[in-house]
């Protein structure tokens, strides 16, 4: 049989089409108790496992259901696992990596730093967020006596042990939060913004006058000299709240008074020194 050459460009557009479409394959996702996510393809469920193999590999792993909170699967269908009723308490703990309980200290979560345009968020700006927070906390220790604040690494650490960061911490629990960090007291707060632009000209005007002899005729030279200033406006939301033993103890939105870059850091010192927290001396 003859093949044209229009079928044969159709046939290796189509061969190119199902490589993209197979390579591009969505993933089911496996998200277990402790918070971390496996991207994957389930191939077989019972009571009691789930198997599934890794992106581009052939390898089936097993695991127990009992360690599974959740399956998304690349169909769309979810499918929840409950604890079994049988489950005791003291087992139904150890599904959440709980940290050793401090009492009376404070935990800073990382800030989601938000494009309220396009909803993207800025990781290094959340980090630098929180920090700024942290930092807040520290040099006013006296005003939250009797509290203490976590050591940020140690805060990190344990929620990035969890699978927890910037992009997902508005989607756990309070509850579950201060079993992996251990503390009983909460600070989280989030920033979102958006940019504007604006253009101010400045007239700068130069000259001289000559008189003639005659004192009747006046002539002049001048030179006008226009600007034109580029200004960006940055528009901040900052929501701020607080939690004690996972119940919200305070909780407020503030836009700062000017749109200037850094103007979400004066509205988080505002609202940390209205907190109940906080104890003028």
Same mark, same amino acid.
């Given at each position: 049989?003859? /093949?044209?050459?229009?079928?044969? *460009?159709?046939?290796?557009?189509?061969?190119?089409? !199902? %490589?993209?479409?197979? #390579?591009?394959?969505?993933?089911?996702?496996?998200?277990?108790?402790?918070?971390? @996510?496996?991207?994957?393809?389930v191939?077989?469920?019972? =009571?009691?496992?789930?198997?599934?193999?890794?992106?581009?590999?052939? *390898?089936?792993? #097993?695991?127990? !259901?009992?360690?599974?909170?959740? @399956?998304?699967?690349? $169909?769309?269908?979810?499918?929840?696992?409950?604890? $079994?009723?049988?489950? #005791?308490?003291?087992?139904?703990?150890?599904?959440?990596a709980?940290?050793?309980?401090?009492?009376?200290?404070? &935990?800073?979560?990382?800030?989601?730093?938000?494009?309220?345009? +396009?909803?993207q968020? #800025?990781?290094?700006?959340?980090?630098?967020?929180?920090? =700024?927070?942290?930092?807040k906390?520290?040099?006013?220790?006296?005003?939250?006596?009797?509290?203490?604040?976590?050591?940020?690494?140690t805060?990190?650490?344990?929620l990035?042990? &969890?699978? @927890?960061?910037?992009? +997902?911490?508005?989607?756990?629990?309070?509850?579950?939060?201060?079993?992996?960090?251990? *503390?009983?007291?909460?600070?989280?707060?989030?920033?979102?913004?958006? @940019?504007?632009?604006?253009?101010?000209?400045?007239?700068?005007?130069?000259?001289?006058?000559?008189? %003639?002899?005659?004192?009747k005729?006046?002539?002049? +030279?001048? /030179?006008?000299?226009?600007?034109?200033?580029?200004?960006?406006?940055?528009?901040?939301? !900052?929501?701020f709240?607080?939690?004690?033993?996972?119940?919200?103890?305070?909780?407020?939105?503030?836009?700062?008074?000017?749109?200037?870059?850094?103007?979400?850091?004066?509205? /988080? %010192?505002?609202?940390?020194?209205? $907190?109940?927290?906080?104890?003028?001396?």
């Amino acid at each position: 049989m003859k /093949i044209t050459k229009p079928f044969l *460009v159709l046939l290796v557009l189509l061969s190119a089409f !199902v %490589s993209f479409a197979q #390579s591009g394959k969505k993933l089911d996702k496996i998200i277990k108790r402790d918070y971390q @996510i496996i991207e994957c393809t389930v191939l077989k469920m019972s =009571d009691k496992t789930v198997e599934y193999s890794l992106p581009g590999e052939t *390898v089936q792993i #097993s695991l127990d !259901v009992s360690q599974i909170a959740k @399956i998304d699967f690349a $169909s769309g269908r979810s499918q929840t696992f409950d604890i $079994s009723p049988n489950t #005791s308490s003291a087992d139904q703990s150890t599904n959440i990596a709980s940290a050793e309980m401090k009492r009376n200290t404070i &935990a800073v979560l990382p800030i989601p730093y938000v494009n309220a345009d +396009n909803q993207q968020g #800025s990781e290094d700006m959340a980090k630098f967020a929180q920090n =700024d927070l942290y930092n807040k906390l520290l040099d006013k220790s006296s005003n939250i006596f009797p509290l203490t604040v976590q050591d940020l690494r140690t805060t990190n650490s344990l929620l990035h042990k &969890a699978g @927890i960061d910037h992009n +997902n911490i508005d989607e756990t629990p309070i509850e579950d939060l201060e079993k992996i960090l251990g *503390v009983d007291n909460i600070v989280a707060a989030k920033v979102s913004y958006t @940019i504007g632009t604006g253009t101010t000209a400045t007239t700068y005007n130069s000259g001289n006058a000559k008189v %003639s002899d005659n004192n009747k005729k006046v002539t002049t +030279n001048d /030179i006008s000299t226009t600007t034109a200033n580029n200004q960006t406006y940055y528009y901040y939301t !900052v929501y701020f709240d607080m939690y004690r033993n996972t119940d919200k103890i305070y909780s407020q939105t503030r836009k700062p008074l000017l749109a200037v870059k850094d103007g979400w850091m004066d509205s /988080i %010192s505002y609202l940390l020194k209205r $907190s109940p927290i906080y104890v003028k001396k």
